[in-house]
Each structure stands twice: as C-alpha cells, then as structure tokens.
C-alpha cells in the first residue's frame, strides 16, 4: 500500500457525509483508509468508480463493495410531504450540509439543490413524512466540492456556538463565584 495523505484520499470521496462507511463522515473515513485501518470499499455512494480510484491512489487491488454497508443505487434527494409535516425541527440537527429550511411549528422543506442523499433526516422525523426519491434527470446533484464547503461552514458554525456558550458559562460563573479578593 503506497503512504498518502487523508486529504488525497478525501478528495476522492462523495462528501454525502452519510456515514455509511462505519465512520462519523467522509474525512474520518479518509484517514482511515490512509493509515491502513480500514478497506476501501466501504463507501456505497462512491461505488465501483471510487473504489477504482483509491485503489490506483493507494496502488492496491480493487474489491467489490462491501454489502455491510450497503449497496451501490442511483443518487436520491430527500422529500417532505407537506400534507404530514408537524413542524417539530427534528430533522435540521442531523442534515449535514443545512440542506432544510424550517423553524419550530413551521412546515420544513428540503432545498433540492444541496441535498446529498445522506438520509439522515429520515429517521429523525416521528411522522415519517419524509421520503427519499430519484433524482430528476435534467438537474444533476451537487459535487462533492459543494457538499465540503456546505459541511465544514455547518461544523463551523457549530464550533463558533459551542464556543460562545462556553464562554458565556464561565463568566456567569465567575460573576456567581464568591468574592476573595484574590486575583482571578
Ligand atoms: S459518502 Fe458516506 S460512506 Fe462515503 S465516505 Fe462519506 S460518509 Fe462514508
Ligand atoms: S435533507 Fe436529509 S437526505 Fe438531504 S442532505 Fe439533509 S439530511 Fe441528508
Ligand atoms: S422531522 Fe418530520 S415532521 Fe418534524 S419538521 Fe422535519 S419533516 Fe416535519
């Protein structure tokens, strides 16, 4: 096995973020497959074609995909029916890439446009009024390209929120804390 980067191999990746491959999201996944832990034919999204590429990346014989992570099927987008919507919100945590629009009691909908297929927002909703469909044949979906920047501006402001909450916690501690009279 030739010794790469995780960013070669991230390249390579659909950036659906699905965690199918076993792991938390595509660059997780990279830098298992560089380091050797874990194979290459784990990404159904890629399929046979990515599976192809790392292999002539990592100058390894190419394998079937793996069943146990599921089979290899034609790009999907997510659909909310808005006849069953509720308004409940438990479908915005776990997109990805932001790709739903809605607010607490409003009905939600899914910008086709930046939906990766991930699926993740299925099983979050109680009413299961969301569905997975083909895609449309006249509009392709979106690049991996797309998808990175989409999930690293979600997990950067994630880390700018959890940041600030943070600190607004220490200083209502420190305005809690009893007076001593040491330095602080
Ligand atoms: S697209 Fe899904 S299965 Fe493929 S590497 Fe990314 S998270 Fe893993
Ligand atoms: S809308 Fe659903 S399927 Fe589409 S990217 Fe977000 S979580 Fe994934
Ligand atoms: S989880 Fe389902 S019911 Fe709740 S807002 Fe999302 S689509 Fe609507």
Known sequence: MRR???????ALLPQ??????GYSGCRPYAEAVASGAAALNQCPPGGAALIARLAALLDLA???LNPNHGIEAPARLAWIDPQECIGCARCLPPCPVDAILGTARAL???MPSWCTGCEL????????CIRMQPWPAAAPPPSSTDNRRRYLAREARHAATAADREN???QLKRRAAPDTGAPP
Do not use: G, K, M, S
Request: proline fraction near 10%; charge should be negative.
């Open 4 to 10: 790469v980067d995780a960013a070669e191999v991230d």
């Open 16 to 21: 659906t973020q699905c965690t199918r491959c």
């Open 62 to 64: 190419p394998l079937p």
């Open 108 to 110: 939600h909908t899914v």
């Open 121 to 128: 927002c299925v099983a979050a909703c109680p009413v299961d």
């Open 168 to 170: 607004e916690l220490r």
